[in-house]
């Protein structure tokens, strides 16, 4: 079973949170959900909607044609109600015109009747989570307004929901970090919100800086005293902390860097996604030093990845970045999986203030006064290359790949970060092997392996020139030819990439 339903209306009318509140509900009933987001960048107005993916059994995308539509404003159903398919349902904000801000109450109230759930659980949730006027007897109008069409009858699963944004938040907070840097940029802006929102409770800081160079610039002020630090920022955030970067790699002070991904060049389209910025993660910043470069696909993940780019900076003195995008900060997704146990961070260097530490952006001697001596210099370089070689030792003991789908089939994909939960709803029941990629930097070994196994493979990328492929070719000297890329700043809808690798075979 698989519904598709659509909740359109305008900025202020409360779209995203009466499609959180819906799909809480429907997750208690143990089905499985996924909420995606759409919004421009506008403060008011534009148009707004969410679409809800529900499923008896795990689900990570929604698909091009819907079930139904709640349509809060005309312009919902002008823009969508061409993708409706044929039976499908529509409520719209027309008979419920005079409860003002409610219509969205009212509209959540014939949804559940429409669904066959019980109206008591929503009321239950309303007095929970919303103060409003009326709402209770909106939601009532609502629901007897409509006639059941499905039965979601409650089932035995556990289900619970989180965005990737809550995932890198739970993931920052399992590994102690002692203070978050950042300047709001969307869609990285999120995680600055939930942990200040967190701060009172936890025992972290979070510091909102005038801008993104000095957030960066202040996260190593701060780990270099011995705090355990993280930045986020967006693509043009992350230009600007390059030279900072590299400063890092020559002071060899532990920094994590949160890089959340939307459409370039330039200002782009902020609000919306890509998976554009692999290539700056890898390589951003002059010089060359080492680095770690993990791209979670589901908020599980990103608990399970922040906490691993935050032990291996700390460990080795290096730069981790955590690799995300708009679509996987935003989105909610819903599982029955509790993640890997957090791994504990210890503080094993010297610490200013309990002995004598110097730390240089300067080429410069064991004890930290610099130097321009050629020697000293060639063996630097190559202390930090062998510095590379043990994280790459290192990450072999974690998840650097997952593999997906039929492991004997001959039909190999490749993908990374978001693209991995439509994959795995696309290959649902055809002949395909997903393989997904954790690590971009160190890239594992068992890559070309499984690429060597294969007769056909397929790269998947939410970006113009297939970068994970470029970096394969790279590092296996292997081309993939098969490609399968989306740029138009939306995400891979799970029925048309099925679609599209149906016509690979």
């Known amino acids: 079973m698989r519904l598709n339903l659509l909740i359109g209306g305008q900025a202020g009318q409360g779209v995203n949170k009466i499609s959180d509140i819906i799909t809480n509900i429907i997750m208690k009933q143990g089905y ?22 529900i499923s008896d059994e795990r689900i990570g995308s929604f698909e091009s044609k819907l079930d139904g539509i709640i349509a809060l404003n005309e312009k919902t159903l002008q823009l969508h109600k061409n993708k409706l ?22 509209l959540a109230g014939a949804l559940m009747k429409v669904l066959g759930i019980d109206k008591k659980l929503l009321i239950e949730k309303l007095k929970e989570e919303l103060y409003v006027k009326g709402a209770v007897s909106a939601a009532e109008k609502g629901y007897q307004s409509q006639e059941v069409r499905f039965k979601l009858k409650k089932l035995n699963n556990k289900v619970s929901g989180m965005t990737g944004t809550q995932g890198i938040v739970q993931g920052a907070i399992n590994s102690g970090i002692d203070f978050y840097f950042a300047y709001p ?18 025992r972290f800081k979070v510091f909102q800086s005038g801008n993104e160079i000095e957030a960066v610039n202040a996260a190593l002020g701060a780990s270099f005293a011995g705090a355990r630090v993280m930045v986020g920022t967006s693509g043009g955030g992350f230009d600007l ?9 020559q002071s060899e002070i532990p920094l994590t860097i949160y890089l959340a991904s939307r459409p370039g060049p330039g200002t782009g389209v902020p609000t919306y996604t890509a998976q554009s910025d692999l290539d700056i993660a890898l390589r951003g910043g002059h010089g060359e030093f080492p680095r770690v470069v ?3 696909g589901d908020p599980t993940e990103c608990i399970e990845k922040t906490n691993e780019a935050i032990y291996l900076a700390e460990k080795f003195g290096a730069l981790s970045v955590i690799l995300s995008d708009k679509h996987l900060a935003e989105s909610e ?32 001697l064991f004890n930290g006064d610099t130097t321009e001596n050629a020697e000293i210099t060639r063996k630097n370089a190559e202390k930090r290359l062998k510095k590379y070689e043990e994280i790459k030792k290192e990450v072999k003991k974690f998840e650097m790949v997952k593999v997906f789908g039929n492991k ?13 939960t439509v994959i795995l709803d696309a290959i649902s029941g055809l002949d395909w092997k997903f393989l997904q990629v954790l690590y971009l930097k160190p890239l594992s070994d ?8 294969a007769r056909k493979v397929v790269v998947v990328e939410g970006n113009v020139t297939g970068q994970l492929g470029r970096l394969i070719r790279e590092k296996t000297g292997i081309k993939i030819e098969n490609r399968i890329l989306k740029y138009d700043s939306r995400p891979f809808l799970s029925d048309k990439l099925r679609e599209e690798l149906k016509k690979k075979k």
């Open 294 to 296: 993990i791209a979670p």
């Open 333 to 364: 997704f819903s599982s029955d999986r509790k993640p890997n146990k957090p791994l504990q961070i210890e503080i094993k260097r010297k610490i200013p203030g309990k002995s004598i530490v110097k730390a240089s952006g300067y080429e410069h």
């Open 408 to 420: 004997n089939s001959k039909n190999l994909i490749i993908g990374w970060g978001s693209s991995k």
């Open 185 to 202: 940029m969307t869609p990285a802006t999120g995680v600055l919100h939930e942990l200040a929102g967190k701060a009172k409770k936890g």
């Open 241 to 249: 902390m390059t030279e900072a970067l590299s400063f890092q790699g």
């Open 85 to 106: 398919k044929k039976g499908g349902f529509i409520l719209t904000f027309k008979e419920f015109e005079d409860l003002g801000k409610n219509i969205n109450i009212s």
């Open 32 to 53: 499985f959900t996924f909420n995606y987001r759409d919004y421009p960048s506008l403060i008011r107005g534009g148009h707004n909607f969410n679409v809800i993916s």
């Open 446 to 453: 068992e890559i070309k392996k499984e690429m060597e196994k």
